[in-house]
């Protein structure tokens, strides 16, 4: 293996370029499948026609729902590969995946059987599909019912990987694959195939790529070829799995609350203006996805490797970075929302949306900050909190909508969403907090530099745009105002051994991670 990954004693050394590049590679490996679809989905709509397409869609969202009742054993392997790497112990890596696998090929298989035998009373009694397109139908959500057990193992090979910090494989996996869900619908329409010989194509390209990452793991871990299956090991591996899975149906669930306030509360046209700047905001996840995918197996390693200092450094260094990059990059889309709102929908449907997208900036922004004591939480084998914390704010985002849409209509549900995730970092900062590995008071005067300058820098740009001046003109202050702002950050908010590792980072070596060699967080 490469990138300051140590194989000889099955130990890896957790490197700051190497997590840069892997977060570039997932990023990579997430944004040419979304370029894809914005490109194809018109052409793919106008051939099939508004039904298929709406049934082609349809078998996605059920598909990717699915996928949510898997026993959360991706995550589980990740986590417990991760942290047997970081111990030095690779012997235990088979023990943690075939059971991981075994679990999710029963839970796919019962699933692919389900569907296939609920596909005509879904199609004839519950959806609406026109009675020329039964047949079709049916054969199309009984073929992608054989995608779930195919779906599920992968997630586990993937977790695997990613756990061995191999994300040079998952990413070209992840790019093909979600790729795949638009150019195989977009070669059919030219070549004239129906829904079912679509989704069995795609089929065949999720048994490849399947292959793909199972001999990747038999070439990472070569124990892999035994099967094994460590008892000890079962229980805390499907436990952790099982609060993973209810984190992420407690998030499902959180995530439709506001539509489902303003459908009850308003009307459809208020849905339509809050949830277009909501699907913006939502393409941003994949920031708080990439930050996710690549620090938790990085903070599982430590945690295996029982190095708490470097853990803790790693935490800090993570937030410092993510403040300073994104925090700017959300004010810029809050401070622009009309101006990007008009050039995508139209000056009519900007006026009504920007002011909910500028609410909903701020919360993307809180959103992110908080994916990195989720990671750290999630790491240390704690996503019960990370479930709880769901739990317990469930009733108050409610309670919180409720009041706020008949207040401040769809702003105020805005409102409502990004103050969600401004309690839910901080429940978090203070899980890491009685864990030991973050403290208010050490951390105080890099915080105070850090929220400071990206406040500052923030209200005097919403300052400039507000000026009745050129936009030319106020753009280009703007854009002064960031390189004032950098130059303050680099000169003033980053350490010496942080510029030095940056300026190697540029030049392509191989540093290691800025402060984790035992220094003390300023």
């Given at each position: 293996?490469?990138?300051?990954?140590?194989?000889?004693?099955?130990?890896?050394?957790?490197?700051?370029?190497?997590?840069?590049?892997?977060?570039?590679?997932?990023?990579?490996?997430?944004?040419?499948?979304?370029?894809?679809?914005?490109?194809?989905?018109?052409?793919?709509?106008?051939?099939?026609?508004?039904?298929?397409?709406?049934?082609?869609?349809?078998?996605?969202?059920?598909?990717?729902?699915?996928?949510?009742?898997?026993?959360?054993?991706?995550?589980?392997?990740?986590?417990?590969?991760?942290?047997?790497?970081?111990?030095?112990?690779?012997?235990?890596?088979?023990?943690?995946?075939?059971?991981?696998?075994?679990?999710?090929?029963?839970?796919?298989?019962?699933?692919?059987?389900?569907?296939?035998?609920?596909?005509?009373?879904?199609?004839?009694?519950?959806?609406?599909?026109?009675?020329?397109?039964?047949?079709?139908?049916?054969?199309?959500?009984?073929?992608?019912?054989?995608?779930?057990?195919?779906?599920?193992?992968?997630?586990?090979?993937?977790?695997?990987?990613?756990?061995?910090?191999?994300?040079?494989?998952?990413?070209?996996?992840?790019?093909?694959?979600?790729?795949?869900?638009?150019?195989?619908?977009?070669?059919?329409?030219?070549?004239?195939?129906?829904?079912?010989?679509?989704?069995?194509?795609?089929?065949?390209?999720?048994?490849?790529?399947?292959?793909?990452?199972?001999?990747?793991?038999?070439?990472?871990?070569?124990?892999?070829?035994?099967?094994?299956?460590?008892?000890?090991?079962?229980?805390?591996?499907?436990?952790?799995?099982?609060?993973?899975?209810?984190?992420?149906?407690?998030?499902?669930?959180?995530?439709?609350?506001?539509?489902l306030v303003i459908s009850r509360a308003l009307t459809m046209t208020a849905l339509t203006h809050y949830a277009l700047p909501q699907e913006l905001i939502g393409r941003l996840g994949l920031i708080t996805a990439t930050l996710a995918a690549v620090l938790v197996p990085a903070f599982s390693t430590l945690s295996g490797a029982r190095d708490l200092p470097r853990l803790s450094m790693l935490f800090a260094r993570s937030a410092k970075f993510v403040v300073l990059i994104t925090g700017p990059a959300f004010a810029l889309l809050a401070i622009f929302a009309q101006d990007v709102l008009r050039l995508w929908l139209g000056p009519a449907l900007a006026s009504q949306s920007a002011p909910v997208l500028r609410v909903l900036a701020l919360g993307a922004g809180l959103q992110v900050l908080a994916a990195i004591p989720a990671s750290l939480v999630q790491a240390l084998g704690r996503p019960d909190l990370t479930a709880k914390f769901y739990i317990l704010e469930a009733p108050l985002y409610l309670a919180a909508a409720w009041w706020l849409v008949h207040l401040s209509g769809i702003e105020g549900v805005a409102a409502a969403w990004s103050g969600r995730f401004a309690l839910d970092g901080l429940l978090l900062l203070l899980a890491a907090q009685r864990m030991g590995l973050w403290s208010w008071r050490t951390s105080a005067g890099t915080a105070g530099r850090v929220i400071g300058s990206v406040v500052a820098v923030c209200a005097l740009s919403a300052l400039v745009y507000a000026t009745p001046l050129a936009s030319?003109?106020?753009?280009?202050?703007?854009?002064?105002?960031?390189?004032?702002?950098?130059?303050?950050?680099?000169?003033?908010?980053?350490?010496?051994?942080?510029?030095?590792?940056?300026?190697?980072?540029?030049?392509?070596?191989?540093?290691?991670?800025?402060?984790?060699?035992?220094?003390?967080?300023?």
């Open positions: 293996m490469r990138d300051g990954i140590e194989t000889a004693a099955g130990r890896f050394e957790i490197s700051g370029g190497l997590l840069v590049r892997n977060g570039l590679l997932n990023i990579a490996g997430q944004a040419l499948p979304l370029i894809i679809g914005l490109v194809s989905v018109p052409t793919i709509v106008h051939s099939l026609g508004t039904e298929r397409f709406g049934l082609l869609v349809f078998t996605w969202t059920l598909l990717g729902a699915f996928s949510v009742f898997d026993l959360g054993l991706g995550w589980s392997v990740t986590k417990f590969v991760a942290e047997a790497l970081g111990r030095g112990d690779p012997g235990a890596i088979p023990g943690i995946l075939w059971p991981a696998v075994a679990g999710q090929a029963v839970v796919g298989t019962i699933g692919a059987g389900l569907l296939i035998l609920a596909a005509p009373p879904l199609v004839v009694e519950f959806l609406h599909v026109s009675p020329a397109m039964h047949a079709e139908a049916i054969r199309t959500f009984q073929i992608a019912g054989l995608s779930l057990p195919v779906m599920l193992l992968t997630v586990s090979s993937r977790g695997a990987l990613e756990a061995a910090q191999r994300f040079d494989m998952t990413a070209g996996v992840k790019a093909v694959s979600g790729s795949s869900v638009f150019l195989v619908p977009l070669t059919g329409v030219f070549v004239g195939w129906d829904l079912p010989h679509i989704l069995a194509t795609l089929l065949v390209v999720r048994v490849l790529l399947l292959a793909v990452l199972v001999l990747a793991c038999f070439r990472v871990f070569p124990l892999l070829k035994k099967p094994a299956f460590d008892r000890e090991l079962v229980k805390p591996l499907f436990a952790f799995g099982g609060w993973m899975m209810t984190a992420a149906l407690a998030g499902l669930a959180l995530g439709y609350t506001d539509r030319s003109l106020k753009t280009g202050l703007i854009a002064g105002l960031m390189v004032a702002f950098y130059w303050l950050v680099w000169t003033a908010v980053l350490r010496g051994d942080e510029r030095q590792w940056l300026l190697r980072l540029t030049t392509r070596s191989r540093p290691s991670a800025p402060g984790l060699k035992g220094e003390s967080p300023r």
